[in-house]
């Protein structure tokens, strides 16, 4: 997996396992051991898709009658 | 003689017992403002007090 | 929002934006403004404490000057020394515009110290940074020297000594139980019957004492036998009580004698002079006596309040302010029209807030398990008298709108609803709701009262009397049924229970074998191989802890002893007994059940995808759990999404859980507490979910080590409720809330857009209606937006006041760490 700031780039279960907000999602937090950002991982895929920020939301919107639309938060 | 207590602008006698009496003082901290209290003798010795001020 | 942007807005356009904190500053007495920004927030920030905080180092120094000095006494009369030495000297203070008095702190600024008990945290709090006085070197030579003084003596170092060592290693694991078994860190019940019902002052429980003590000593003179030897160690208890009630009554007499000095000495305003004068006759008129005045009654309980908090750690403030203070609120605002109904709400407010600004240290895992607060102040409302009649009143709407003028996280509310409760006091229910505070949590008190009549055989009257324990459990406030002791550490993490099924009782976590060896569940060839292990971990957990806490309770007078909480109880001023001693109560414990619906999501997916379909073997499964799903993505979501989940109305794992509670209750009845009465289960969580994230293993409901664990009681997992509110409703009442345990969390998010307005009251009103003909026994409801909340995490320093329920307790957004902001934001947003 590479890590979409610095580049770094080594198997997935190197990127220190943080946590899954949404258990029913494939979407998890994972920090890189080399620049430290927390990154949104797809871990079906096994790719780091974004760095996640303070109030970004990887995994959407609440489950609810808001479904799974898109965060306009930010 | 050393300077006591009861000479001091902050201390507040007991009105049963002269003697005995508290130190009053004022404080502004960052989130508000206040007055605090602690017993003190009236012959403790305030010679080493930072806060004395004469009455 | 900026509050430069706010300050133009109107109410009415606030309002519209949602941006109810704004609403408050501007719609609250410039009086309730300053005491609300004046708090200093003790609760700790995501585990850390603010800056400014800092630990007062006077209570522990005169406490343990005196206890050393009176080496010789029995515990409960050297306790009450060395606790009146602490009332005569600790520094006291008056805040500006304040008009009810007392912290258990030096100044505002500190938290409370409770240094004798346990080493474990007197050592943590050495090493906590950032909270020593200046100066800081100075400080630390001064902990040192405390703690090398109680270093084996606190009260949980005694009990570590006597408990079974293999109790002791397993509980202090921190894997499966949480809290210390002392009344040091307990919760204790306040008897408001004897107290308030009563009328009594202090002088008054004096002279019952003296006559208490008189009676007793014509026998220690009179005929030798064996009736009158327990009546020599009474007598000592008797005076430590008197001694401590005196104490109490001249600590009083010191906020008066500070109130009237800044009055004739500083102060230059006539109004404030005369409130000043007010406060000062306040505080010589009770403990002494019976309060006369509305303010004088809330001044009453918050000085019992303090000095039980001066005397232990007390994580929780059972309390009925409506119902106690009513008498002299309606006699002061009604019948004698002394004040008018806004000076009452100022001090009505106040009162929240002089509860607000209470904190004391408390270590790491009780700051993870409790962020942004001090405690759980959860504090009753509403609910019947004890002829059955309604019991909410003018103070509880009073209370109500108060709430949304302070918008503070703690205390809460619990509001006691039955059917015969107005369309008036419902509607400021569902205010506090919708401006986002999170509570009140609206509790089923016939249901309730039933349920305390089943579990621990209070009397229907005594029943009716109930209050919050903590965050949920009911209990009496009456002679019999009051608990002195909250048993704290009887708080199971539940998930273990699975998972040590799983693993033949192995923690794989902290690395020992924990449970009974219950079988490799790689040779399981049937389900019911996995819930028979299952069963008996459950039970090993509940003993384990049950046991612990049993003797703590039992051994708390000789190793702890609480003079002043004695000195209130009516009981314990009859029979010269420790309040702490299990003689003269009935009985009111419960466990604490963190962790549990992962049990039955866990069991049903195993049921399901290993043995119904075959889609697995077992082997597989622990395979992917020793794994932490590491590579096995596509199969963990297969567990969480091919296996029915909890909160769906799916028979299949609802009936799961239903086997699980009744084995659970069957066990509660089997295991005694020290009154010999059960131990039903009490599922909720605080935020144990986040705390216990680390500690519990990966589970075939598809969670990771790592992952938050659902919020807690009886509420689906976030996101997995994917049924909508009715179902999650049928789920939950599917559970008998009277048989099968003895309170039921249950948390649900609401869309603040949908609640708008009297159409959003209706809806919720007749979503209530379907929750009170289901029987549940509780619900709360977050209801503030995605949008908000991610604003927040993005922008903390203009959102500082938003507020969200976390479990059994609410929380500023901010405060909370960034997993347990994101679980929150995770739950359903429930459309009804
Ligand atoms: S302690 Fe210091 S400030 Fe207080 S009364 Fe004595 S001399 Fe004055």
């Known amino acids: 997996m590479k890590c979409t700031e610095c580049g770094f780039e080594a198997p997935v279960q190197n990127f220190r396992y943080l946590y899954n907000a949404r258990i029913d999602a494939s979407i998890s937090l994972r920090q890189c051991p080399q620049c430290q950002a927390r990154l949104a991982v797809d871990e079906l895929a096994g790719e780091a898709t974004q760095k996640v920020g303070d109030g970004e939301a990887p995994w959407g919107k609440s489950a609810g009658i808001e479904g799974l639309a898109e965060d306009n938060a930010s | 003689m050393a300077t006591e207590c009861k000479e001091c602008k902050s201390f507040f006698p007991m009105n049963e017992n002269p003697e005995k009496g508290d130190c009053v003082q004022r404080v502004v901290d960052p989130r508000q403002a206040y007055y605090k209290a602690r017993p003190v003798d009236a012959g403790a010795d305030a010679s080493k007090c930072g806060t004395f001020s004469k009455k | ?832």
């Open chain 3, 1 to 832: 929002m900026a509050a430069e942007a706010a300050k133009d807005l109107s109410i009415q356009e606030l309002e519209k934006e949602g941006q109810w904190w704004w609403i408050a500053e501007k719609k609250r007495s410039r009086r309730l403004d300053y005491l609300r920004k004046a708090v200093w927030k003790k609760g700790a920030l995501g585990g850390n404490y603010a800056p400014g905080i800092k630990v007062d180092l006077e209570m522990p120094t005169l406490f343990t000057n005196m206890y050393n000095w009176w080496k010789y006494d029995p515990p409960m009369l050297r306790r009450a020394k060395a606790l009146a030495h602490v009332l005569d000297n600790i520094g006291i203070f008056i805040t500006d515009q304040a008009q009810l008095v007392g912290y258990f702190g030096s100044m505002p600024n500190t938290i409370a110290w409770r240094l004798d008990g346990a080493s474990i945290v007197n050592e943590e709090l050495y090493n906590e940074p950032g909270i020593m006085p200046e100066p800081e070197e100075e400080s630390l030579k001064k902990v040192a020297e405390l703690n090398s003084y109680w270093s084996g003596n606190t009260a949980v170092d005694k009990l570590a000594r006597v408990l079974d060592p293999e109790d002791a290693v397993k509980f202090l694991s921190g894997a499966i139980g949480w809290g210390a078994p002392t009344s040091a860190y307990g919760y204790s019940g306040k008897d408001y019957e004897y107290i308030f019902a009563g009328r009594r002052g202090f002088l008054d429980i004096i002279e019952e004492i003296d006559a208490n003590i008189e009676g007793a000593e014509d026998r220690t003179m009179g005929m030798p036998g064996p009736d009158i030897l327990p009546l020599y160690e009474r007598l000592q208890n008797w005076d430590a009580m008197k001694l401590i009630l005196e104490a109490a009554i001249r600590y009083a007499g010191r906020y008066a004698r500070l109130a009237r000095t800044i009055a004739e000495n500083f102060e230059t305003d006539p109004k404030r002079k005369e409130e000043l004068i007010r406060l000062a006759e306040s505080c010589e008129t009770v403990p002494a006596h019976a309060p006369q005045t509305f303010q004088q009654s809330l001044q009453y309980d918050h000085f019992i309040q303090i000095i039980c908090r001066l005397e232990a750690h007390e994580g929780a403030w059972p309390a009925r302010p409506d119902y106690y203070h009513w008498p002299m609120y309606d006699k002061d605002v009604n019948i004698e029209k002394n004040i008018t109904g806004e000076e009452a709400m100022d001090l009505v407010g106040e009162f929240m807030i002089r509860a607000y600004e209470v904190g004391g240290f408390g270590p790491r895992w009780a700051r993870e398990g409790l962020q942004g607060i001090t405690g759980t102040w959860v504090w009753t409302l509403g609910g019947v008298n004890q002829d059955g009649s309604d019991a909410c009143n003018d103070l509880t709407l009073a209370f109500l709108k108060a709430a949304r003028l302070v918008r503070v996280s703690n205390p809460t509310f619990g509001f006691r609803w039955h059917p015969k409760v107005s369309d008036k006091i419902m509607r400021e229910v569902f205010e506090c709701i919708r401006h986002g505070l999170g509570y009140p949590s609206i509790r089923n008190d016939p249901l309730l009262i039933q349920n305390s009549m089943h579990w621990h055989g209070h009397p229907l009257e005594e029943a009716r009397t109930w209050v919050h324990q903590a965050c949920m459990s009911p209990c009496p406030t009456t002679k019999h049924g009051v608990q002195p002791m909250r048993m704290a550490s009887a708080t199971a993490n539940c998930a273990k229970m699975v998972e040590y099924a799983l693993h033949n009782g192995y923690d794989h976590v902290v690395q020992m074998q924990m449970g009974p060896r219950t079988g490799d569940a790689r040779k399981y060839t049937d389900f019911e191989q996995l819930f028979s292990a299952w069963v008996q971990q459950m039970e090993w957990i509940m003993n384990t802890l049950v046991r612990t806490v049993n003797l703590g309770r039992f051994k708390d007078p000789e190793f702890y002893g609480r003079p002043f909480l004695s000195a209130t109880y009516e009981r314990a001023v009859e029979s010269g007994l420790d309040a702490v001693s299990p003689v003269g109560e009935r009985g009111n414990c419960w466990v604490t059940f963190f962790t549990w619906v992962e049990n039955a999501d866990s069991l049903a997916a195993v049921k399901k995808l290993v043995f119904d379909e075959k889609k697995y073997t077992m082997t597989q499964l622990m395979d992917a759990l020793e794994a932490n799903w590491e590579g096995c993505e596509k199969m963990r979501l297969d567990f969480v999404n091919g296996a029915p989940k909890w909160g769906n109305d799916d028979d299949y794992v609802d009936d799961l859980m239903i086997r699980c509670l009744r084995e659970v209750a069957r066990h509660s009845r089997e295991m005694k507490c020290p009154c010999g009465n059960s131990w039903p289960a009490l599922p909720e969580n605080v935020s144990g979910n986040i705390h216990y994230a680390s500690i519990v293993g990966a589970l075939p409901n598809g969670r990771r080590l790592g992952d938050a664990l659902y919020d807690g009681g009886i509420s689906p997992g976030p996101g997995l409720d994917k049924n909508g509110p009715s179902a999650v409703l049928k789920s939950c009442g599917k559970i008998d809330h009277v048989g099968d345990g003895r309170a039921f969390l249950l948390n649900q998010r609401l869309s603040p857009t949908q609640m708008a307005g009297e159409k959003g009251y209706q809806l919720w009103k007749a979503y209530m209606r379907t929750w009170a003909d289901l029987g549940l026994d509780h619900v709360q409801f977050n209801m503030v937006s995605d949008e908000t909340l991610r604003a927040a995490q993005k922008d903390p320093e203009k959102y500082q006041e938003v507020i969200v329920r976390v479990a059994g307790y609410s929380a500023h957004f901010v405060d909370i760490s960034r997993k347990t902001q994101d679980n929150i934001i995770q739950r359903t947003i429930q459309g009804i």
